[in-house]
């Protein structure tokens, strides 16, 4: 999985493949927790990150969405500036 940004000990990662990968998301891992995050809604929808986490990854969702999408879209993977 291609590493798409990295910020405050959390790693955020994507992986395309359309059929067994839907609804567009990103991969966060931060040490041992992992979520699994809408593009769309930003809504954690498989795992067990810690809110605070969570609340700072959507705050970096929300800055990157069109970028977010336009990779998912176009499988074009590109490193995001970390949430600062």
Known sequence: MPVISRFFGMIIKMYFRQSEH???HIHVIYGEYVGLID?????MFEGDLPSRALSLVKEWMSLHKD???QIWNTQNFVELPPLE
């Open 39 to 43: 593009i769309q809604t930003f809504e």
């Open 22 to 24: 839907n609804p567009p």
């Open 67 to 69: 970028e977010l999408v």
